[in-house]
Structures are given as C-alpha cells and as structure tokens.
C-alpha cells in the first residue's frame, strides 16, 4: 500500500509576545496528523505573552509557498513585528497565490488586509480590524470563523482550535 506525503504546516509568530492560548490549541489539533515547523524573525526561543518559550525552527525571511501545505498566523502583542514587513507581505502574497492554505487568528488577519489578499473576500477577526479588512476592499463578517477560498480566520484565541480542525479538513 502506498501512502501519500505527510502535509506540513508552518505556524508563524512574532518572537517577541505570541499568543501562548493560539499556539497550544493550533498544536493540539494538528499534532500527529501534519509535519509541523514554527517560523519567526530570529531563531532560538519565542517568548510567549503569559511567559512560556517556543523552539524557532525556520526564518520567516527564508521560507517560501514551496515550503508548506498551511501557513497560519499567530497573533499576540509582537504581531506588530509582522506590519510593515515586505518579506512577510511578500510570503503571504506567494502563498495566497500559489493557492495554499493562509490561516490568522484575532488581530493577525489584519496583515492580510494590508497585502491585499481579502479584497472582495470574506474575513473575520477581532472588532478592531474590521475597518482595515473593509478598507483592503474585503468583508468583515465577525463570525467565529471564516473560510473564503483559502484564507481561513478566527475572530479571537477561543477558536483557534476550531479554525485549526477546519484547516485539518480543508486539508485531508
């Protein structure tokens, strides 16, 4: 019997504060069913928001679309590393493209937003993105999750488990 390649999913998050609460149910779920790596800006340790420390396995700035099935977006107080950041902009503009799997939780899809990729799309997130969501042209829905395409979104940490499995079957 001859089985199909393990799928892999990069989780990227800022090195400096990420979500803890994301990060844990995100690994939960996709744990034992995908190749899973942790990118960010600086190798070494990610340090959580509430304390807790994260093996950095790739670069941000030397990943490309060719390096995963899934690419999912951790939020957290250090998104902020992440705004204006044209190797970032750049990755999420080739993955959209490639038609590969983006996923971004709470605040994170705001990023989205500001490539470009949810014009005339649906996404949700917390309340305080919704203005730049519908300035990039797309459609704030303020579902717990939202799916357009292959831009999967969370409103808040309280689904990233549940966009984690819908990701899971987008994948499967």
């Known amino acids: 019997?001859?089985?199909?390649?393990?799928?892999?999913?990069?989780?990227?998050?800022?090195?400096?504060?990420?979500?803890?609460?994301?990060?844990?149910?995100?690994?939960?779920?996709?744990?034992?069913?995908?190749?899973?790596?942790?990118?960010?800006?600086?190798l070494g340790y990610a340090k959580g928001e509430?304390?807790?420390?994260?093996?950095?396995?790739?670069?941000?700035?030397?990943?490309?679309s060719k390096d995963a099935d899934a690419f999912v977006f951790v939020n957290g107080p250090g998104f902020q590393e992440f705004s204006y950041n044209f190797m970032v902009a750049n990755l999420i503009k080739e993955v959209y493209e490639s038609g590969k799997i983006l996923g971004a939780i709470s605040s994170a899809p705001f990023i989205f937003a500001l490539c470009g990729i949810l014009a005339h799309k649906k996404a949700t997130g917390s309340e305080d993105i919704?203005?730049?969501?519908?300035?990039?042209?797309?459609?704030?829905?303020?579902?717990?999750?939202?799916?357009?395409g292959n831009v999967f979104t969370a409103i808040s940490a309280i689904y990233a488990?549940?966009?984690?499995?819908?990701?899971?079957?987008?994948?499967?």
């Open 1 to 42: 019997m001859i089985r199909g390649r393990i799928k892999k999913i990069i989780i990227i998050v800022p090195y400096n504060g990420y979500s803890e609460e994301e990060v844990s149910s995100l690994l939960e779920v996709f744990k034992n069913k995908f190749d899973i790596k942790i990118a960010s800006s600086a």
């Open 50 to 64: 509430k304390g807790g420390s994260l093996k950095i396995d790739l670069l941000i700035d030397e990943i490309s």
């Open 130 to 148: 919704a203005w730049i969501i519908k300035d990039g042209g797309g459609y704030f829905t303020g579902l717990d999750i939202e799916r357009d």
């Open 161 to 172: 488990k549940k966009l984690a499995k819908e990701i899971t079957l987008a994948l499967h």
